[in-house]
């Protein structure tokens, strides 16, 4: 069974910083092909933040683009999400994200990131 535990959310003012976690359990490295980070804001969508293919290519939203960064330690079976610049805006519950060679995915139990200003 696949799991996925996150870690690191919390309560920040504006413009600190936070790292978050998430390490996936239950899946072996190679049947991974993208790991990465959703948010969803209360009245809103879920939308992705940042994501990391095996082969290391990051995709990110253009609101986190220069704040955030997403790394991974396959060794770890880890990614993170480094968030530095946080804007009252960037509260939300994060969730990171999954997804296998085989078009499953697998989602988190999501971490709240609150920005206050």
């Known amino acids: 069974q696949v799991q996925l535990v996150e870690s690191g959310g919390g309560l920040v003012q504006a413009g600190g910083s936070l790292r978050l976690s998430c390490v996936a359990s239950g899946i072996g490295l190679f049947s991974i092909y993208n790991m990465g980070w959703y948010r969803q804001a209360p009245g809103k969508q879920r939308e992705l933040v940042a994501s990391v293919t095996n082969g290391g290519r990051t995709n990110s939203a253009e609101s986190v683009k220069g704040r955030f960064t997403i790394s991974r330690d396959n060794a770890k079976m880890t990614v993170y999400l480094q968030m530095n610049s946080l804007k009252p805006e960037d509260t939300a519950v994060y969730y990171c994200?999954?997804?296998?060679?085989?078009?499953?995915?697998?989602w988190g139990q999501g971490t709240q990131v609150t920005v206050s200003s």
């Open positions: 994200n999954v997804k296998s060679v085989r078009s499953f995915e697998y």
